[in-house]
């Protein structure tokens, strides 16, 4: 099975067969699988040095982010200090909005490759991510405002963990549609940035956010 | 471009054309995508209902999993109450290990997926990561432990930091290569439950070792 490749003059010049095609494909999924890691290149059988500078180089965008996180949590220090089930409680937030995050990336990274988001679903797609977001943190709210209200003994620190919850999970669906889009328009490849560009995000405001809140409310 | 179906007697009775293989394929490619972030379908044009339901069926390991964090966090309430750079820092370590997890885990799955990692393989590819690991944890043990040693101003912490960041990637080279492979060898799917299960690893594994240490030599 296969499909003649001609010249000019209609002659013959070679042929493409079904296997060359099913190559592509199969190349092209395992591509977007890998950029999914920020791991570029499938390198199982690659030399360790030149394995370990590929991961290293994505796992700068980590090292960024995390240096970034840790500065906005020691803002918090004198709170930390007061309240020290802080500590433990804004990891919950930034993990279930980073986590939610990318769901919604995965999705429509993967929306845009098979082209069934297209051009004019921009805000269709927002919306229904907007509100699958209140499903699912209106859910988790419910569950971990609960959990933290009786495990610290204090309600109002259960009504802080759930607002922040709240807001970070619908972050995380609004940003988690946009970012893609919009670094899709930009000719650039979504599948390799959106998801390190936008667990930032989700780690920064979500710590602030919860810090935030409790400094204001609880101190 | 097609191939005949013949049934026992040598008569066509249908035929499977290129169009078919190729969307077999791209299918499977998107399962495994969709899998890597424990979003089970492809639903941009599902209900609303629908999509949040599978998405927080798996949003709950990430709930399980960070609950079981904070709880190890809060066994060491008052270590971060003497020094409340701990709160800020152990963060760092748990993202750097969760993160250079998801590499390894992607790229064994795959080479487990495309047969390129075989039987005999395991040992070979476990060396190999441990040996990944120790270089990537190393470049980033020598960043991160005088970054932190400079910010607290104290070189202690600093190499508490940059020990408890080499064993916890180390620890994630070992597990994202072997988790995968067991989990692949008791017939079930690794890509839908290899990253969660890292991670809750990672982040216990990560937070324990590193306010461990802090405990025990810095306090």
């Not at 240096?67 to 802080?86: D, G, Y």
């Amino acid at each position: 099975v296969s499909a003649p490749v001609i010249d000019g003059s209609g002659r013959i010049v070679g042929m493409i067969t079904v296997d060359d095609v099913v190559d592509v494909i199969e190349e092209e999924a395992e591509e977007d699988i890998m950029h999914m890691a920020g791991v570029a290149e499938s390198d199982f059988n690659e030399s360790v040095l030149k394995t370990s500078y590929w991961r290293i180089r994505w796992l700068i965008v980590t090292l960024v982010n995390t240096l970034l996180a840790a500065f906005v949590i020691s803002q918090f220090e004198v709170s930390i200090q007061k309240i020290t089930a802080l500590s433990f409680l804004m990891t919950i937030n930034a993990a279930m909005g980073g986590n939610s995050g990318m769901q919604v990336v995965t999705v429509v990274v993967r929306g845009l490759a098979t082209r069934s988001i297209r051009d004019g679903d921009t805000w269709r797609a927002v919306s229904k991510e907007v509100m699958v977001g209140l499903m699912t943190s209106g859910f988790f709210s419910l569950i971990l405002g609960v959990i933290a209200a009786f495990w610290i003994q204090d309600i109002y620190i259960g009504v802080v963990l759930a607002v922040a919850l709240i807001f970070n999970m619908l972050w995380a669906a609004f940003a988690g549609t946009l970012f893609p889009i919009i670094i899709d328009r930009l000719g650039l490849d979504p599948a390799i940035s959106a998801g390190p560009i936008l667990t930032t995000t989700t780690d920064v405001l979500g710590y602030a956010t919860f810090l935030g809140l409790a400094t204001t409310f609880l101190l």
